[in-house]
């Protein structure tokens, strides 16, 4: 068996595992391998392949000129030798940047794109998209290109209706997965919504853990 086959292969188990194995608990590296690279570059996404990590999650912002890269903050001074907006930089100005360790140190790495990560990605590991949302039609375009539809989940913290009547031609072709403030008002009827849509996952968020987070967290 090839090592494309089997790493193929390993994304397809991934994703069955998250739907229909409810035991299974699923790995997730939070902007990836922080600690040993630089958050949300490829090396840190390309560590947790190896480590064998299930999903890995990512960050998205767009460029001047329309490119979707990888950061979480809206500007570039904290995780990159860049500073300001992203939004008011072209992608062939990020390409001056490196980013930054999580000591600060300039590091080799660049800025990369979510079409990079995505072919870094296909059929090896699962992708949980954050900061993602406002571009959820551009995102599903890069998925397609790089194949990697089945493997791609994308989230936002709206209510079901919005998210339908915003993105409904593209909803029912992703793993989409709802965030929700369970110890906030109108959490219940939130939770109601979508559960009625069976999603695979909710993201369930609470600062204070009253009687309407531990309901809700039990009714999930």
Not at 20 to 34: L, P
Not at 77 to 88: C, F, L, N, P, Q
């Amino acid at each position: 068996m090839s090592l494309q086959l089997m790493a193929e292969n390993r994304a397809d188990k991934l994703r069955d595992n998250m739907i229909n194995n409810k035991k299974y608990v699923t790995v997730i590296a939070h902007r990836g391998d922080w600690r040993n690279a630089p958050e949300n570059s490829l090396q840190a996404y390309q560590n947790c392949i190896e480590m064998g990590v299930d999903m890995v999650e990512i960050d998205l912002q767009k460029t001047k000129d329309g490119v979707l890269v990888i950061m979480h903050d809206g500007t570039l001074d904290r995780t990159s030798t860049g500073k300001g907006k992203i939004s008011e930089k072209t992608y062939a100005e990020l390409q001056n940047y490196f980013l930054k360790a999580g000591d600060g140190v300039k590091t080799r790495h660049k800025i990369p794109t979510l079409e990079e990560v995505l072919n870094l990605c296909k059929g090896k590991i699962l992708i949980n998209i954050d900061k993602g949302y406002d571009y959820f039609k551009e995102v599903y375009a890069l998925m397609e290109k790089t194949g990697t539809t089945n493997q791609v989940i994308i989230k936002s913290g709206k209510p079901y209706k919005d998210v339908r009547a915003e993105n409904g031609e593209v909803l029912d072709k992703t793993i989409y997965m709802p965030v929700i403030s369970i110890d906030k008002p109108g959490a219940e009827e939130m939770v109601n919504e979508w559960l009625a849509q069976n999603p695979v996952a909710i993201e369930c968020c609470f600062g204070t853990f009253n009687e309407q987070a531990d309901r809700l967290l039990k009714k999930i």
